[in-house]
């Protein structure tokens, strides 16, 4: 479970060095616990040959290649949804925020991004420019908030029909053929028929996807089904009381059936941003070293060791054992996502710090 609103900067993302959370949207945060859990039950199975995991099951060393080196996966009877109490950010909601707004007037200008390497002169939409569906849109929405380089919760979820649910270090122990949502669940109120369908479905933007059916791996497009609840989130806006005023929340919180995270500026409550005592676990640092630790403690693997011991972030998300993801990625961002910009700044930091010895 994930709860949260708030984003990093693009300015401040070069100096995360892997310990501050990029994107703080209650979904984001959800799905990167998520993988957080499944990692951890990999290590559960690899250092108890007797434990039982309700959600995982090891893959027969017969069914492991070179592209399909995955020791684990779901299990194929598990289905996944996903609820979220109001409409994700972006496509799947302008309808709603056009609604929403006493002007509909759309904002007069894009908004120009700056101060980050390589960001000068991007633009990408927030919520403004209501004329223009079916676009990638960043967060935050306000035009007089700090530019951020985060992907809007749609395009973020569009994404993962094709890449599943898994992100690229959890590939290292997850095969992703069964890591796909079933069906998202939204309140009735906030589920607009043709933005959903537009920015999700097999006839709206997916239409354009041509390359699916040459994906290895185990990637396919898996479109979900999008279902409805009467039952509100008991704290949204709706249940507010009349005369009430709702101020937005600078907390956010990460949940998992073992352990759970309060968060402020991306990093855990207490601790100052970029503290390395304050990463959280589902950080780019901590989910990274969480993955490798537990691959380079499996004999389940077709991976070397020697693959796995390239100093950087960056340098094992370019390595060979995510060719296959990073095809999917380029397809759909070609031909469905255009406009998407890498949030670059955040992959030079090593991995360990010398409290962990290779083997």
Same mark, same amino acid.
């Given at each position: 479970?994930?709860?949260g609103?708030?984003?990093?900067?693009?300015?401040?993302?070069?100096?995360?060095?892997?310990?501050v959370?990029?994107d #703080?949207? /209650?979904?984001t945060?959800? &799905?990167?616990a998520f993988? *957080?859990?499944l990692?951890? +039950?990999?290590?559960?199975?690899v250092?108890?040959?007797?434990?039982?995991?309700?959600?995982?099951?090891?893959?027969s060393?017969?069914?492991?290649?070179?592209?399909d080196?995955?020791?684990?996966?779901?299990?194929d009877d598990v289905?996944?949804?996903?609820?979220?109490s109001e409409a994700?950010?972006?496509?799947?909601?302008?309808e709603?925020?056009?609604?929403?707004?006493?002007d509909?007037?759309?904002?007069?200008a894009?908004v120009?991004?700056? #101060?980050g /390497?390589g960001m000068?002169? &991007?633009?990408?939409?927030? *919520?403004?420019?209501?004329? +223009?569906?079916?676009?990638?849109?960043?967060k935050?929405s306000?035009?007089?908030?700090p530019?951020?380089l985060?992907?809007s919760?749609t395009?973020k979820?569009?994404?993962?029909?094709?890449t599943s649910?898994l992100?690229?270090?959890t590939t290292?122990?997850?095969?992703?053929?069964?890591?796909?949502?079933?069906?998202?669940?939204?309140?009735?109120?906030?589920?607009?028929?043709?933005?959903?369908?537009?920015?999700f479905?097999a006839?709206?933007?997916?239409a354009?996807?041509?390359?699916h059916?040459?994906w290895?791996?185990?990637?396919?497009?898996?479109?979900?089904?999008?279902q409805?609840?009467?039952?509100?989130?008991?704290?949204?806006?709706?249940?507010?009381r009349?005369?009430?005023?709702?101020?937005?929340?600078?907390l956010?919180?990460?949940?998992?059936?073992d352990?759970?995270e309060?968060?402020v500026?991306?990093?855990?409550?207490g601790?100052?941003?970029?503290?390395?005592k304050?990463?959280?676990?589902i950080?780019?640092r901590?989910?990274?070293?969480?993955?490798?630790e537990?691959?380079?403690?499996?004999e389940?693997?077709?991976l070397?060791k020697?693959?796995?011991?390239?100093?950087t972030?960056?340098v094992?998300?370019?390595?060979?054992?995510?060719?296959?993801?990073?095809?999917v990625?380029?397809?759909?961002?070609r031909?469905?996502?255009?406009?998407?910009?890498?949030?670059i700044?955040?992959?030079?930091f090593?991995?360990?710090?010398g409290?962990?010895?290779?083997s």
């Open positions: 479970m994930g709860t609103m708030k984003c990093l900067p693009v300015a401040k993302v070069a100096r995360a060095n892997g310990n959370l990029h #703080g949207h /209650a979904e945060v959800a &799905i990167r993988n *957080r859990f990692i951890e +039950e990999c290590a559960a199975l250092s108890d040959e007797l434990y039982s995991s309700k959600c995982l099951v090891p893959r060393k017969d069914d492991q290649t070179i592209t080196h995955q020791p684990f996966q779901i299990h289905g996944i949804y996903m609820y979220c994700p950010c972006g496509d799947a909601s302008m709603l925020t056009m609604e929403a707004q006493k509909a007037t759309p904002w007069s894009r120009q991004l700056t #101060g /390497a000068e002169g &991007i633009s990408l939409l927030g *919520r403004g420019h209501f004329s +223009e569906l079916g676009v990638v849109r960043r935050p306000r035009p007089d908030a530019a951020t985060s992907k919760c395009d979820i569009a994404l993962k029909q094709c649910l992100n690229s270090l290292l122990l997850v095969h992703p053929r069964n890591a796909y949502i079933s069906s998202l669940i939204l309140p009735a109120s906030q589920h607009v028929p043709q933005a959903v369908s537009r920015a479905g006839l709206g933007r997916f354009n996807l041509k390359s059916g040459e290895s791996g185990g990637y396919r497009f898996c479109p979900f089904r999008v409805t609840t009467t039952r509100d989130f008991a704290f949204s806006r709706r249940c507010a009349s005369g009430q005023r709702l101020v937005p929340s600078n956010g919180l990460a949940w998992t059936p352990w759970e309060t968060l500026g991306g990093m855990i409550q601790r100052k941003q970029g503290d390395p304050g990463a959280s676990k950080c780019r901590g989910l990274s070293k969480a993955a490798v537990t691959t380079i403690a499996t389940r693997t077709t070397t020697k693959s796995l011991r390239e100093g972030y960056g094992l998300k370019k390595g060979r054992a995510f060719e296959d993801r990073m095809q990625k380029q397809d759909v961002k031909e469905v996502l255009q406009g998407w910009v890498q949030n700044g955040d992959e030079d090593e991995l360990y710090d409290d962990y010895t290779w």
